[in-house]
């Protein structure tokens, strides 16, 4: 069965319980007066938000994620969050191997892949975010980025019904610049491509873009062929703005 679209908001460190309140309760009163069909939509907040805006969205179809998870259980990981922790907290996604966390955090396909595999056990939806530097892009390996880190990063035991990707060059994350569709289409099917060597469902994977979306240009990336949603950054700060991609999500 294809995916059912999925537009998925990623705070990162932005946000206090206030704020959380009110973007959270808006987007929650927008879906709840929606007359026609809204894809899955999710809010992933920073960790300390996590239950706050869980009671916001209560009763909406507005799903929370979160940004991260240690891959173990439990034990002596100051700091980190269980994938289990976040299921107990209202979680439905996590993302895992954001690029920023790629970067900032030293984290390789493989630690992407075993916290993708907790989240799995958790019963957890991972987000598992690939996508290349504009050095690896201009280098001609754009394709080749991608396919090593799908291939690293997604657990044998993913299928489409609990595992959706994000294709998110790293250049256009936060710089409003965008690949053209021509571009997202082929780095989604290379994407599904790959997924589809190891698992049986290729077809009917969710494949969310990331990138500077943002309302003004959600039709035209939402419409590109093998899209089936959107992760976006800084402008799911904005309810107006994210409400406006949600509603350009396309309708399956
Ligand atoms: C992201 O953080 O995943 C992202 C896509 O950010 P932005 O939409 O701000 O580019």
Same mark, same amino acid.
């Given at each position: 069965?294809?995916?059912?679209?999925?537009?998925?908001?990623?705070?990162k @460190?932005?946000g206090? *319980?206030?704020? %959380?309140?009110a #973007?959270?309760?808006?987007?929650?009163?927008?879906?709840? &007066?929606?007359a026609?069909p #809204?894809?899955r939509i !999710?809010?992933?907040?920073?960790?300390g938000?996590?239950s *706050?805006?869980?009671? %916001?969205?209560a009763?909406?179809v507005v799903?929370?994620?979160?940004?991260?998870?240690?891959a173990?259980?439990?034990?002596?990981?100051t &700091?980190? =969050?269980?994938?289990?922790?976040l299921k107990?907290?209202?979680? $439905?996604?996590?993302?895992? &191997?954001?690029s920023?966390?790629?970067a900032?955090?030293g984290?390789?396909?493989?630690?992407?892949?075993?916290?993708?595999?907790? !989240?799995l056990a958790?019963? #957890?939806?991972?987000i598992i975010?690939?996508?290349?530097?504009?050095?690896?892009?201009?280098? +001609?390996? %754009?394709?080749d980025?991608?396919?090593?880190?799908?291939s690293?990063?997604?657990p044998?035991?993913? *299928? !489409?019904a609990?595992?959706?990707i994000?294709?998110?060059?790293?250049?256009?994350?936060?710089?409003?610049? $965008?690949?053209?569709?021509?571009?997202?289409?082929? @780095?989604?099917?290379?994407?599904r491509? =790959?997924?589809?060597?190891?698992?049986a469902d290729?077809a009917?994977?969710?494949i969310?873009?990331? &990138?500077?979306?943002?309302g003004?240009n959600?039709a $035209? #990336?939402?419409?590109? %062929? +093998?899209?089936? +949603?959107?992760?976006?950054?800084g402008?799911?700060?904005?309810?107006?703005?994210?409400?406006?991609?949600?509603?350009? !999500?396309?309708?399956?």
């Amino acid at each position: 069965m294809t995916a059912q679209p999925l537009i998925a908001g990623n705070w990162k @460190m932005n946000g206090s *319980t206030a704020q %959380a309140k009110a #973007l959270a309760g808006d987007l929650a009163a927008r879906a709840k &007066g929606a007359a026609g069909p #809204l894809p899955r939509i !999710a809010l992933c907040p920073p960790a300390g938000l996590i239950s *706050t805006v869980a009671a %916001a969205v209560a009763g909406s179809v507005v799903a929370v994620g979160a940004q991260d998870c240690h891959a173990k259980e439990k034990g002596a990981h100051t &700091g980190d =969050t269980s994938a289990v922790l976040l299921k107990d907290l209202g979680c $439905t996604y996590v993302i895992v &191997g954001h690029s920023e966390r790629r970067a900032d955090h030293g984290e390789t396909n493989e630690a992407v892949r075993t916290k993708a595999e907790a !989240a799995l056990a958790a019963g #957890l939806t991972p987000i598992i975010c690939v996508g290349e530097t504009e050095a690896e892009r201009d280098a +001609g390996k %754009a394709a080749d980025v991608v396919r090593s880190q799908v291939s690293g990063s997604v657990p044998a035991k993913s *299928t !489409a019904a609990n595992t959706v990707i994000a294709y998110e060059p790293v250049w256009a994350i936060g710089t409003g610049r $965008t690949p053209t569709p021509d571009d997202v289409k082929a @780095m989604h099917a290379v994407a599904r491509e =790959t997924y589809g060597k190891a698992h049986a469902d290729g077809a009917d994977l969710a494949i969310l873009y990331g &990138g500077s979306v943002k309302g003004s240009n959600a039709a $035209t #990336l939402l419409a590109v %062929a +093998g899209v089936d +949603g959107a992760l976006v950054g800084g402008a799911s700060l904005d309810a107006a703005d994210f409400w406006t991609i949600i509603i350009n !999500a396309p309708k399956r």
